[in-house]
């Protein structure tokens, strides 16, 4: 089957043609600037890349200017449209409806929709990218992937917030966690690789990218994660900051004379390793400066690390111990010295980092020693190929 990947956001839209035989892309694309003037990235398996600079008013335009580019004579990968099998979406946000991927009906697109309160960027972005898909492609079936459903395993004991009972009730306000396609993705490939048994493990999968998170896979389901309510929770960000003391968000509006729109656009945006280094939020420009003598971008790595640590020390105790610590994500799988970092506040679990194995990028590998009590693991993610998975076994 072919099955295209869409993941929509307020002005972009990614998507990949993923042939589910081979597991291979066969085109990967990016629609930037929608609503404004727009340009679209596409590059087919083995081609060059292609940019087009196009008028794209909406994500309806969007969605046919990416399937004129696949079935391009040109750039295309595919002869004509019919080709295309199903098309799986990511959808940010499920909330307590949706504990696994879904074929998209009526009923669907209604609940995602009560979800947009709880995500009110990117759902909305998600639901006009499936509609488009289906203004377009009438009788391709369309499945929605959402990064909250994996963790929709945690126990009350995990989600539930120290805030009145009303607040879940009427609000439902507890913790969904986020990157879930991601941690289900990486959690099962580290099961499979290092022969654990998949009824009695103990994975903790660290995800970290701009956005991070860091999440607790006993036995295959997700027991805890660092994200919230929304994705501002549990680990230092690259613009996010991350768990901090409530209070400090009226003190600071008053001090700094903010609206709580402003505070939020603070916290989310201008926070994290960017906010505290005043460098950058990419860690290869923190790296730059660090080695230049910049001591804010060398604290602001410390900071990020440090609080990895901790969080991989809360879900060892959340799960009685741990088989395995997984990294992924750009700077999980790129970085082999934050690998290195954080793994140095863990001597007391017996993790030992193979130096010389854990000098790589961006590859499938064990880099702990043969003696690591733990074993420590990189696992590339790929969220779109997981979405084209779950696809398949949906409408197959
Ligand atoms: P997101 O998908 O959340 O936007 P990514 O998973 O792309 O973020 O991760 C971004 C981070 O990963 C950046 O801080 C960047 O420094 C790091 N990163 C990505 N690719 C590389 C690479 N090839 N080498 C080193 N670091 C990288």
């Not at 990235?41 to 890349?49: D, L, M």
């Not at 009923?107 to 009560?114: D, G, K, L, S, T």
Request: glycine share 8%; charged share 20%.
């Amino acid at each position: 089957m072919k099955v295209l990947v869409i993941n929509c956001g307020s002005s972009s839209l990614k998507y990949q043609l993923i042939d589910s035989e081979t597991e291979q892309a066969l085109a990967v694309g990016l629609c930037e600037r929608i609503g404004i003037d727009g340009r679209l990235n596409h590059t087919p398996a083995g081609g060059e890349k292609v940019v087009i600079e196009k008028d794209m008013p909406n994500h309806e335009v969007a969605v046919k200017m990416v399937l004129e580019e696949l079935t391009d004579p040109e750039n295309g990968v595919i002869r004509d449209l019919s080709e295309i099998d199903a098309i799986g979406h990511r959808v940010v946000h499920g909330g307590e409806k949706f504990a696994s991927s879904v074929v998209i009906t009526d009923e669907v697109m209604a609940a995602i929709e009560e979800c947009n309160p709880l995500a009110p960027l990117h759902n909305p972005a998600n639901l006009i990218g499936i509609r488009a898909c289906q203004a377009i492609m009438p009788g391709v079936p369309n499945t929605a992937v959402f990064d909250t459903a994996f963790h929709q395993t945690m126990e009350p004991v995990a989600f539930m917030y120290g805030l009145p009972y009303e607040c879940y009730e009427k609000y439902k306000v507890r913790r969904y966690g986020f990157h879930g396609t991601s941690h289900s993705f990486v959690s099962a490939r580290a099961i499979e690789v290092l022969g654990l048994d998949p009824k009695d493990s103990k994975v903790i999968v660290c995800h970290l990218g701009n956005g991070a998170s860091i999440s607790a896979v006993k036995n295959g389901k997700s027991v805890d994660t660092s994200m919230g309510l929304t994705p501002l929770e549990g680990l230092v960000m690259g613009t996010r900051s991350g768990d901090i003391d409530p209070a400090i968000i009226e003190y600071l509006a008053h001090s700094m004379g903010k609206t709580l729109e402003e505070m939020m656009t603070l916290l989310n945006k201008e926070s994290g390793v960017y906010g505290l280094s005043g460098v950058s939020s990419d860690f290869r420009d923190l790296e730059a400066a660090a080695d230049d003598g910049n001591e804010k971008a060398q604290m602001a790595m410390d900071v990020f690390g440090y609080r990895v640590a901790k969080y991989i020390g809360a879900y060892t105790a959340a799960m009685n111990g741990v088989d395995a610590i997984v990294f992924t994500a750009g700077l999980g799988e790129n970085n082999h010295v934050m690998r290195e970092y954080i793994c140095s506040y863990l001597g007391y679990l017996g993790v030992e980092i193979d130096k010389k194995e854990n000098a790589v990028r961006s590859v499938e590998k064990v880099v702990s020693t043969p003696e690591s009590k733990v074993k420590v693991m990189v696992v590339p993610t790929n969220e779109e190929l997981a979405i084209a998975r779950e696809t398949v076994a949906l409408v197959q």
